[in-house]
């Protein structure tokens, strides 16, 4: 199982960025998909999180400004964020838990995608 994460870019304080993660491979079903997010000199903290069936939570310092989403079909976890800070520059990452065809759950994660947010 691979994850493949996109969408992050360089966007002045106050724009918007919607990143993607999509998986790949022998997949039977995911259950939980995570973001996170590091940044320098910080420890990863998730961001947001979104199960099978659409139960979402949030760290309270994106609350009312992200929103996090999915695909089932296309297995791919999606995080729109808005009123960006220039605190939300990170990396990006995103995790999935899931079920593959020959009935094992593991956790994935994919590479992240720089998120740059300037004064």
């Known amino acids: 199982v691979q994850l493949q994460a996109s969408g992050g870019g360089l966007v002045q304080a106050g724009g918007s960025l919607r990143l993607s993660c999509a998986a790949r491979?022998?997949?039977?079903?995911?259950?939980?998909m995570v973001w996170h997010r590091q940044a320098p000199g910080k420890q990863r903290e998730l961001v947001a999180s979104?199960?099978?069936?659409?139960?979402?939570n949030y760290v309270d310092s994106v609350k009312g400004r992200f929103t996090v989403s999915r695909d089932n079909a296309k297995k791919t976890v999606y995080l729109q964020m808005s009123s960006l800070k220039p605190d939300d520059t990170a990396i990006y990452l995103c995790?999935?838990?899931?079920?593959?065809?020959?009935?094992?759950?593991?956790?994935?994660w994919g590479q992240g995608t720089q998120v740059t947010v300037s004064s």
């Open positions: 995790s999935m838990v899931a079920v593959t065809t020959d009935w094992r759950q593991s956790e994935y």
């Open positions: 491979g022998s997949i039977f079903s995911i259950k939980d």
């Open positions: 979104i199960t099978y069936r659409g139960i979402t």
